[in-house]
């Protein structure tokens, strides 16, 4: 039914099979209260549907993408409890957003098109965090912790105002449309990396008294003038800091710049 409002109450469960868990759509609500659940062995997937979760859901995948059909059908999933996703979060247009003020787990995510995923409780990531797109947003006011972040494309909205733990390689590679756009820290903020890879265009923005600490090596390839760190123009110091930083490439035509 169309525009159905769907409450999931205290203690209870609902278990769905695959073929019912990739069409929630239509507009429909569902309200999942806390202490109750919603399982699926295979993929959920959303359409014009929002999910409020105060519980605990499970899935396989977990894709809010349109179809084909409906190309600009997306999906708000509020998260307040547990959201486990054993394999991959895609988030793939402007429609496909996801608040977690809980606790979010999954293997891979990537962020496509004009996605949002904003996260202002835990979230833990064991594979890929990609961010892949000129127009999203990814803000993380909480702790995130990934076993690897590759961010391209430049979008002006990828924003580290807490805690981001990436246990191996911290990517970054802009392209060339990237201008003055970049990751951005807010002031106090950390990010811990195990590695660290820019290639041609690259800007890292940092708030004062933030931090960005590499335990392995930082390889700056520089195919631009002007590409690099920034640190804030007032109100105290930024430190980058790893335990080697090498050039990409031998000869490099152009210097890594390390501002402020």
């Not at 608040?99 to 890929?128: E, F, M």
């Not at 911290?170 to 449309?177: A, M, V």
């Not at 390889?219 to 631009?224: P, R, V």
């Amino acid at each position: 039914q169309k525009n159905a409002e769907i409450y999931l109450i205290e203690g209870a469960t609902l278990k769905l099979k695959e073929s019912d868990a990739k069409g929630l759509r239509d507009g429909c609500n569902f309200y999942i209260a806390k202490n109750a659940s919603l399982i699926t062995d295979g993929e959920l997937k959303t359409s014009s549907a929002n999910i409020y979760n105060h519980g605990t859901v499970s899935a396989k995948d977990f894709n809010p993408a349109s179809s084909n059909n409906h190309p600009n059908d997306g999906s708000l999933f509020y998260n307040k409890g547990t959201f486990n996703v054993t394999n991959h979060i895609g988030l793939g247009n402007a429609y496909c957003i996801i608040v977690n003020d809980g606790d979010l787990n999954a293997n891979t995510i990537t962020l496509q098109g004009g996605s949002k995923l904003q996260n202002n409780g835990t979230a833990t990531i064991n594979g890929q965090t990609r961010v892949d797109s000129n127009n999203l947003s990814w803000v993380n006011n909480g702790t995130y912790t990934t076993g690897s972040f590759t961010n391209y494309a430049g979008s002006p909205d990828v924003i580290n105002n807490c805690k981001l733990v990436v246990n191996g390689e911290f990517y970054i590679n802009l392209g060339d449309n990237a201008g003055t756009n970049g990751f951005k820290m807010d002031a106090g903020s950390s990010c811990i990396a195990g590695s660290y890879k820019a290639e041609s265009p690259h800007n890292i923005y940092m708030g004062a008294g933030s931090l960005f600490k590499v335990n392995g090596t930082a390889t700056m390839d520089a195919k631009k003038a002007d590409y690099g760190i920034y640190g804030p123009t007032s109100g105290g110091y930024a430190v980058f800091q790893a335990k080697d930083i090498v050039a990409g490439s031998a000869n490099q035509g152009y210097e890594v710049t390390y501002g402020g």
